[in-house]
Nanobody
Framework: QVQLVESGGGLVQPGGSMRLSCAAS????????MGWYRQAPGKQRELVAT???????NYGDSVRGRFTISRDNAKNTVYLQMNSLKPEDTAVYYC???????????????WGQGTQVTVSS
């Protein structure tokens, strides 16, 4: 049974930083592609970042240069470092795991419960 547990969300001021974590269990983590998506109220789910089992990364246009995705296979954890946060980054952030990149990008993988990130002064 796959379980993904996000943590690290909360309230941060504009321009601030925050790091999200996603701990995975029930999968051979090192073999999985991992990703972060987000969804703001009234908006569609949006790709934030992905990292393959080979540590290749990809970012959504709105976060490229500000966010960094990384993984620690020894800890079965994927991270999202978010810098220079803006109010428009406010959303629920979801971790996802896919056995391959197609599965990951098309939302067919496993999902966490989400963690709220609010950027506001």
């Amino acid at each position: 049974q796959v379980q993904l547990v996000e943590s690290g969300g909360g309230l941060v001021q504009p321009g601030g930083s925050m790091r999200l974590s996603c701990a995975a269990s029930g999968i051979t983590f090192k073999n999985y592609d991992m990703g972060w998506y987000r969804q703001a109220p009234g908006k569609q789910r949006e790709l934030v970042a992905t990292i393959t089992s080979g540590a290749n990364t990809n970012y959504g246009d709105s976060v490229r240069g500000r966010f960094t995705i990384s993984r620690d296979n020894a800890k079965n954890t994927v991270y999202l470092q978010m810098n220079s946060l803006k109010p428009e980054d406010t959303a629920v952030y979801y971790c996802t795991a896919g056995s391959n990149y197609y599965t990951l990008l098309n939302g067919f993988g496993s999902w966490g419960q989400g963690t709220q990130v609010t950027v506001s002064s």
